[in-house]
């Protein structure tokens, strides 16, 4: 009661809070640098010299945020809607920052752009690489790529609300829904920090599951903890430069996409399914959306594959092609083979799976079917309400009604999403870059998917951008994380006006 009578007779009270904020961000730079602990003891375990940059940047990373803690007194701790839009935004990019600094110092260096362009990749679970030669990195740095993608998996922000008592007010909810993915959001206890910590414990037993899982197979126990980090949060990163199909494992390639499709479900919907019945999956649109989604790709891509004469044995119309389908869909962007050389009709349809992606709520990238099931439903509606005026009825998602306003945000966000990678390929194009390769790396990074074509493809990576692009992409798969809305928000002046 005293804070909300406070923000009503303070004159400030439509101020942004810039001194929480820097508060918050310095908090999250300690975080970090804990993260950025793990991988300095893998290269002292290995024996490997690039434990120095890790020790460098730690102590700048701590150090910086120490100071920013410190030295920051906000006269109140209430954030407000605008406080945590503009908090969602910065905190990824300050995350990707101070995250590229391992690459700018290792053995193996890069440069500014293109070590932003890896972290960012990795904080988005975009998974799009610069770096040609990944084997040649060293486990640390194999570790700190595999931990970024874990990291921006369920959000930094959702991990934030977990760990950090400053916001576990009321600005806590501005935070939840400036970051979470989709069309609603459930919360899953009466607190959101409540909710969240739910939400990472159901992420970090998956992944240590994933584990074991691998390990029990053709996979030595780094590489099942680098590819576990990277699979439940749909990332996409890999240990080697042929990605999954270095290991030509059945096995592998089955588990892995068993734990893609989960990492695409909502997780909320996981853990109410664990708390109630597991018939709350099937009850779910979205969810039976998604599951006959997969299916009819499936077939298209087998009648493909068995047309174009590229069947090979059982694994070449069972495993592979599903294993591709999940890896589009939840933006995962793992490879298995040539899927290219399988015809412009997979090319095509590798096009849809990645626009539409999975479910709200959970790891994945792109448009989420949870927009593009209410856009149909929504088309429906208004074919019969033409042929029957008086009909009345309403269009429902999982049995929540979606209002006027609710549908014309989805319909925005798709016209931007839509827009923005258009403007990633032309941007492409004008840099010189074939149309083909240039829309799909757009497409690759709005989406948060990582998966290229040509130029970006299997043997290649996006290191063939130029500096500028590397830039512009960097730029497009923060948007795509924050779902779009968020981030250009931000270059409104009415955002800006007290």
């Given at each position: 009661?005293?804070?909300?009578?406070?923000?009503?007779?303070?004159?400030?009270?439509?101020?942004?809070?810039?001194?929480?904020?820097?508060?918050?961000?310095?908090?999250?730079?300690?975080?970090?640098?804990?993260?950025?602990?793990?991988?300095?003891?893998?290269?002292?375990?290995?024996?490997?010299?690039?434990?120095?940059?890790?020790?460098?940047?730690?102590?700048?990373t701590f150090s910086t945020g120490l100071a920013a803690n410190f030295f920051s007194h906000p006269e109140n701790r209430i954030l407000k809607r605008r406080d945590g839009m503009l908090?969602?935004?910065?905190?990824?990019?300050?995350?990707?920052?101070?995250?590229?600094?391992?690459?700018?110092?290792?053995?193996?260096?890069?440069?500014?752009?293109?070590?932003?362009?890896?972290?960012?990749?990795?904080?988005?679970?975009?998974?799009?690489?610069?770096?040609?030669?990944?084997?040649?990195c060293s486990k640390g740095i194999l570790v700190w790529r595999s931990l970024t993608q874990w990291i921006g998996g369920l959000g930094i922000i959702l991990f934030t609300l977990t760990?950090?008592?400053?916001?576990?007010?009321?600005?806590?909810?501005?935070?939840?829904?400036?970051?979470?993915?989709?069309?609603?959001?459930?919360?899953?206890?009466?607190?959101?920090?409540?909710?969240?910590?739910?939400?990472?414990?159901?992420?970090?037993?998956?992944?240590?599951?994933?584990?074991?899982?691998?390990?029990?197979?053709?996979?030595?126990?780094?590489?099942?903890?680098?590819?576990?980090?990277?699979?439940?949060?749909?990332?996409?990163?890999?240990?080697?430069?042929?990605?999954?199909?270095?290991?030509?494992?059945?096995?592998?390639?089955?588990?892995?996409?068993?734990?893609?499709?989960?990492?695409?479900?909502?997780?909320?919907?996981?853990?109410?399914?664990?708390?109630?019945?597991?018939?709350?999956?099937?009850?779910?649109?979205?969810?039976?959306?998604?599951?006959?989604?997969?299916?009819?790709?499936?077939?298209?891509?087998?009648?493909?594959?068995?047309?174009?004469?590229?069947?090979?044995?059982?694994?070449?119309?069972?495993?592979?092609?599903?294993f591709h389908i999940v890896s589009a869909m939840t933006s995962t962007g793992y490879s298995a083979g040539n899927w290219e050389g399988w015809g412009i009709l997979v090319l095509t349809?590798?096009?849809?799976?990645?626009?539409?992606?999975?479910?709200?709520?959970?790891?994945?990238?792109?448009?989420?079917?949870?927009?593009?099931?209410?856009?149909?439903?929504?088309?429906?509606?208004?074919?019969?309400?033409?042929?029957?005026?008086?009909?009345?009825?309403?269009?429902?998602?999982?049995?929540?009604?979606?209002?006027?306003?609710?549908?014309?945000?989805?319909?925005?966000?798709?016209?931007?999403?839509?827009?923005?990678?258009?403007?990633?390929?032309?941007?492409?194009?004008?840099?010189?870059?074939?149309?083909?390769?240039?829309?799909?790396?757009?497409?690759?990074?709005?989406?948060?998917?990582?998966?290229?074509?040509?130029?970006?493809?299997?043997?290649?990576?996006?290191?063939?951008?130029?500096?500028?692009?590397?830039?512009?992409?960097?730029?497009?798969?923060?948007?795509?994380?924050?779902?779009?809305?968020?981030?250009?928000?931000?270059?409104?002046?009415?955002?800006?006006?007290?």
């Amino acid at each position: 009661m005293t804070s909300m009578k406070y923000l009503i007779t303070n004159p400030r009270s439509n101020v942004i809070n810039h001194r929480l904020i820097l508060k918050v961000l310095g908090q999250l730079l300690m975080i970090e640098a804990a993260f950025l602990s793990l991988p300095l003891l893998v290269c002292l375990i290995y024996g490997e010299h690039d434990w120095t940059a890790f020790a460098i940047v730690i102590a700048l990373t701590f150090s910086t945020g120490l100071a920013a803690n410190f030295f920051s007194h906000p006269e109140n701790r209430i954030l407000k809607r605008r406080d945590g839009m503009l908090l969602a935004s910065i905190a990824w990019i300050v995350f990707s920052l101070f995250g590229m600094l391992p690459f700018l110092l290792c053995s193996t260096p890069l440069n500014v752009s293109e070590a932003f362009f890896e972290a960012m990749s990795g904080f988005t679970t975009t998974g799009a690489t610069v770096i040609r030669d990944v084997e040649s990195c060293s486990k640390g740095i194999l570790v700190w790529r595999s931990l970024t993608q874990w990291i921006g998996g369920l959000g930094i922000i959702l991990f934030t609300l977990t760990f950090i008592p400053t916001l576990n007010n009321s600005g806590s909810l501005m935070l939840f829904h400036a970051e979470a993915t989709g069309i609603t959001h459930d919360k899953l206890a009466a607190r959101i920090n409540r909710t969240a910590k739910m939400l990472w414990g159901l992420y970090s037993l998956l992944t240590l599951v994933l584990i074991l899982l691998l390990w029990c197979g053709p996979i030595d126990f780094f590489d099942s903890v680098c590819h576990s980090l990277t699979c439940i949060s749909t990332g996409g990163y890999s240990t080697h430069n042929d990605s999954i199909a270095s290991y030509e494992s059945p096995y592998i390639k089955t588990i892995l996409t068993l734990f893609m499709f989960i990492g695409g479900v909502s997780f909320s919907l996981i853990i109410i399914a664990v708390r109630q019945s597991w018939r709350e999956f099937w009850r779910n649109d979205v969810f039976r959306t998604f599951v006959y989604t997969i299916g009819v790709f499936y077939v298209m891509v087998v009648a493909a594959i068995i047309y174009r004469h590229h069947y090979t044995g059982w694994q070449s119309i069972t495993i592979d092609p599903l294993f591709h389908i999940v890896s589009a869909m939840t933006s995962t962007g793992y490879s298995a083979g040539n899927w290219e050389g399988w015809g412009i009709l997979v090319l095509t349809l590798t096009f849809f799976m990645m626009y539409m992606g999975a479910c709200a709520g959970s790891t994945t990238g792109g448009a989420k079917l949870d927009r593009l099931l209410y856009l149909a439903k929504n088309f429906l509606f208004v074919v019969r309400k033409y042929v029957r005026p008086r009909l009345l009825t309403s269009v429902d998602v999982n049995g929540q009604h979606i209002n006027e306003e609710r549908g014309s945000e989805i319909a925005a966000f798709i016209f931007i999403y839509t827009l923005l990678i258009v403007v990633g390929g032309v941007v492409l194009v004008a840099e010189g870059f074939p149309i083909v390769d240039a829309f799909f790396s757009s497409f690759s990074c709005v989406s948060n998917n990582g998966l290229g074509a040509g130029i970006t493809g299997i043997t290649g990576s996006f290191d063939f951008l130029p500096a500028s692009g590397k830039w512009v992409m960097s730029g497009l798969m923060l948007a795509g994380r924050l779902e779009i809305i968020t981030l250009i928000t931000l270059f409104t002046p009415s955002f800006w006006r007290n």
